[in-house]
């Protein structure tokens, strides 16, 4: 099974807009939203069934049991992190600032404190007639990289037959959660924007892709709004030699399409045509 990482670097240019396209063109059976800070494909796939849900531990988080704690203060005194509040006559760990380096276990004089697993998230997985992974991280919590790992394996354990293809709606940004998502895909399909900082975040995409030695191309949605840049991209692929794959021009359509949980395949659109000519020299360079 090859898998199919798409990303943009920067959010909102289009990147959930192009995996649900190339979800709905190919028939994926496995597929999964690595978004774990904020994930919406699922607003456009509309899985018919309930998930089944499974609790995501992160770091461990410090504990104070009351009936044991003493008040000395050494723990309070000694968190770097700022995350133990006085609380009466004793002391609270508030979760949010702990970032689990156990010296307040370490320095406790009556065992009071310790480190116990926190339900950092929530994985869920649709079976239907597809296979979709995806899951929601807490609010204020880390650990973002590990639980899109934890996204990409849960949809690999749950395949139970060979499939040609799995399609990896990936995590926006540069950082940890988009390592996490390149790490053993085939290849990466770059939807960037024709504007300075989206030109800047494909380079950065670009090199951390190179260090995986995987795959790469990329794409263009918008790219009518500033031709300029578009060219400039082209021009940047051709130094690189980056697959260019085409570009979606700009389509006050896609908002409605989208706003009424619909892929901009669904309905003919001048963005949807254009997304199945990029979605057809994809699994072209894919298959190379």
Request: net charge neutral; glycine share 8%.
């Amino acid at each position: 099974m090859k898998e199919l990482l798409i990303l943009s670097g920067k959010g909102g240019t289009g990147k959930t807009t192009i995996a649900s396209a190339f979800i709905k063109l190919s028939q994926a059976k496995a597929f999964a939203d690595c978004d774990v800070d904020a994930p919406n494909l699922h607003l456009v796939i509309n899985p018919s069934t309930t998930p089944k849900t499974f609790d995501y531990y992160g770091m461990d988080k410090g504990y104070i049991n009351l009936d044991k704690c003493n008040s000395c203060g050494l723990c309070y005194q000694h968190c770097a992190f700022d995350a133990i509040k006085p609380y009466g006559d004793t002391y609270k760990i508030d979760y949010y600032s702990c970032e689990g380096c156990g010296v307040c276990e370490k320095i406790c004089p009556t065992g009071a404190v310790s480190l116990k697993q926190y339900v950092a998230g929530e994985l869920m997985l649709y079976r239907d007639d597809n296979i979709f992974s995806t899951a929601q991280l807490k609010m204020g919590n880390g650990t973002s990289g590990l639980l899109v790992s934890e996204v990409k394996k849960q949809m690999k354990s749950a395949i139970s037959q060979d499939l040609d293809l799995a399609i990896i709606d990936g995590s926006p940004g540069i950082g940890c959660p988009v390592i996490a998502s390149i790490s053993g895909v085939d290849m990466v399909l770059i939807v960037a924007e024709p504007s300075i900082s989206g030109i800047s975040d494909m380079k950065r995409i670009i090199s951390t892709a190179r260090k995986f030695h995987t795959k790469t191309a990329v794409c263009v949605n918008k790219y009518d709004t500033n031709l300029h840049k578009t060219e400039e991209i082209k021009d940047i692929c051709r130094d690189l030699t980056i697959p260019y794959l085409g570009g979606i021009p700009f389509d006050k359509s896609v908002v409605e399409i989208i706003n009424n949980g619909k892929s901009i395949v669904d309905i003919h659109c001048a963005a949807g045509v254009a997304a199945e000519k990029i979605f057809q020299e994809t699994i072209k360079t894919l298959n190379m």
